[in-house]
């Protein structure tokens, strides 16, 4: 937990940033936390410009542009060169804008390494349905792409009670045809 930089995407996400680098001592992310006698390396003063490519990384990723859910990216190591811009007082201000580009490629390119998915978005529904037409609602189902998650017989009136889900991109219209198909039964 101590190593933890940040959340993301928006600092809150499900996406975690971890500092696995042994010279560098951060203060903790935590409120209240006792961070105030650490000696900061230069490192801290790129560190929102990493937080800001991780950021953007997690919040459109590799895959469609889609956020990210369910990542880890641990810091192993953290170079800096002493070549100083000229034109520039402040030592962030050029390479910030670098470091967030090559951070967000780092992210990407690491998170197209391991096995990839894009998660479908899914449309939940319970359909009450007599015996006579369960086949039908069945029909329905598998030509919509549809799963069922669960198949209860009511006691005593013979009306099943099927809890499944489709893509909502295939959920377009599916009231309408399983009250076709089942006569509204």
């Known amino acids: 937990i101590e190593k933890i930089i940040c959340f993301g995407p928006n600092q809150t996400g499900p996406n975690i940033l971890i500092n696995n680098i042994s010279r560098y001592d951060r203060p903790l992310i935590w409120p209240g936390s006792d961070s105030e006698n650490l000696d900061l390396t230069s490192l801290w003063d790129y560190e ?23 990542t880890a990216y641990v810091l192993h190591d953290w170079t800096e060169s002493n070549v100083k811009d000229s034109s520039s007082d402040n030592v962030g201000a050029p390479i910030a804008g670098q470091i ?3 951070v967000k490629e780092g992210c990407r390119r690491a ?12 449309y939940k529904c319970e359909i009450q349905a007599s015996a006579d037409v369960l086949g039908r609602v069945y029909a329905v189902l598998a030509k919509r ?21 489709l893509p909502v991109a295939e959920s377009l219209g599916f009231a309408e045809e399983i009250r076709k198909k089942t006569s509204g039964f």
């Open 48 to 70: 929102s410009s990493v937080i800001r490519g991780f950021d953007l990384a997690a919040s459109s990723g590799p895959l469609c542009e889609e956020p990210m859910a369910a």
């Open 100 to 102: 967030v580009s090559a």
């Open 111 to 122: 998170f197209l390494k391991q096995p990839c998915r894009l998660m479908i978005a899914m």
């Open 145 to 165: 792409q549809g799963r069922v998650l669960s198949e209860e017989l009511r006691e005593g009136s013979g009306t099943f009670v099927i809890a499944a889900v």
